[in-house]
């Protein structure tokens, strides 16, 4: 298997030149940076689906978390806001938040004054109701108010982007935690469905709130956690240089934090917590049967997972320096990243890995190859007497998708478990 391994890594590598030598330095480095970003979110989902079992379909959401956590932290501050009464309507929106949340708590205990049966179910959707409009009453002026007379949004807080980073893996397992609470209990193909609703509702929520993401208008440019080709180019390096210089800072910045990420995770799947994680995912009702919390240790690698999701996103975002909500797709973020990991090899790390670099440039230089192949194939049609192929450019990217298609057909017809499958040692 490690001789497999080396073998598929190498011809990666070799890849990887071809790939530098056809389509240049510049475009290789961007795909590259994407890639280290694409692999740790392939992680987070080995951790889900490859360790514990869970059909996460709703990656989407966490990488839009991500992105929207990087942009308020790294993204300049915006002094109209800060200069009009949006903090403190947003403030008394925060309290009624909080009031809220207090008035549902109480109805939760109401049976410790007796009400119990159906008559404190009917006082918790009461209270629910209660906090939800105490909630909007709030909000909904403040964002009015932002929206028109306060800046226009929020703005960021001018921070460094890793912390944005940082706070997007947070933010994303917040947001995972509250999912796992109610969507864990559910069987497999239910929580696939109920993760991919939840991701849309996320989707939404973040297109529709101008005052706070600035929604369709995007947001651009996000600062970088290293030094931009412009600061490379003021102190007198070449256009060509800079961009490669900068590019490969982002580089080895984003290699480092994937290499922690794999040496962590790495670590904690050879031990105890790994084998218990292989025994709930093999057989959840055995361990159950041996005094493990089978939902309590789901719920762990269900954030766990999406911690990495939400840096990844961050990243993501980080490097094109804009946040578009509208530019999130289900293919692109959501499938995409499922396949890497299928083709890769569900629970080997290594494997995920891999899948994410591999599948990541065979999408992105799909459509370019598809557009060269298209293109001689119309002028020898059209010196033919055929006619020239239409629409070229559309057929193109198309072909991202047909091939994807193709490449998970060919991975599971040959190596069902993957290029490089979880190896499981057994003593005894």
């Known amino acids: 298997m490690i001789q497999r391994s080396l073998s598929l890594f190498g011809g990666l590598f070799v890849l990887i030149l071809v790939v530098g030598w056809v389509m240049g330095l510049p475009f290789t480095s961007s795909r590259l940076v994407e890639a280290a970003a694409y692999a ?3 992680l987070g989902l080995n951790i889900q689906w490859g360790y514990g079992g869970l059909f996460n379909f709703g990656i989407m959401g966490f990488l839009m978390v991500g992105g929207a956590a990087v942009t308020f932290i790294s993204y300049p501050v915006n002094p109209e806001f800060w200069g009009s009464d949006g903090p403190m309507m947003l403030g ?5 938040f909080a009031a809220g949340a207090l008035v549902v708590l109480a109805a939760r205990q109401a049976h410790r004054v007796g009400i119990t049966g159906r008559w404190k179910g009917a006082l918790i959707v009461l209270a629910w109701f209660v906090a939800y409009v105490l909630y909007r009453s709030q909000l909904d002026p403040a964002a009015a108010y932002i929206e028109s007379a306060g800046g226009g949004w929020v703005g960021g807080l001018g921070a460094h982007p890793v912390l944005g980073w940082l706070f997007g893996g947070v ?20 929580l696939a469905i109920a993760t991919i609703g939840i991701s849309e509702i996320i989707r939404a929520l973040i297109k529709n709130m101008d005052w706070l993401t600035r929604g369709t208008l995007t947001v651009s440019p996000i600062p970088w956690p290293t ?27 984003a290699l480092v934090v994937l290499a922690v990420v794999m040496w962590l995770i790495s670590r904690a799947y050879a031990g105890p917590w790994g084998r218990m994680m292989r025994a709930i995912r093999d057989n959840h009702i055995a361990a159950s049967s041996m005094g493990k919390n089978v939902t309590a240790r789901q719920l762990e690698i269900f954030v766990f997972g999406s911690v990495l999701m939400g840096i990844g996103g961050a990243m993501l975002v980080s490097f094109v320096q804009i946040f578009d909500p509208s530019s999130y797709q289900p293919i692109n973020h959501t499938f995409l990243i499922w396949v890497m990991v299928i083709v ?36 020898w049609s059209t010196n033919a007497g055929w006619g020239a192929i239409p629409e070229i450019e559309a057929r ?12 998970i057909t060919i991975a599971l017809r040959f190596a069902p478990r993957g290029l490089i499958p979880e190896v499981v040692k057994r003593e005894g």
């Open 40 to 42: 740790l979110i392939a």
């Open 92 to 96: 008394r929106a925060l309290l009624a």
């Open 171 to 190: 933010l994303a397992a917040g947001i995972a935690y509250i999912i796992g609470k109610i969507c864990l209990g559910l069987r497999t193909d239910y």
């Open 227 to 253: 030094p931009l080709p412009q600061d490379y180019q003021a102190n007198g390096m070449d256009i060509s240089s800079s961009l490669l210089a900068a590019r490969a800072g982002y580089l080895i910045l």
């Open 344 to 379: 890769g090899g569900a629970g080997n790390n290594w494997g995920a890995l891999f899948g994410a670099i591999l599948l990541w440039l065979v999408w992105v230089i799909s459509e370019p190859l598809s557009k060269a192949v298209f293109d001689f194939v119309s002028y």
């Open 396 to 407: 193109s990217a198309q072909m991202r998708v047909f091939v994807l298609g193709l490449v």
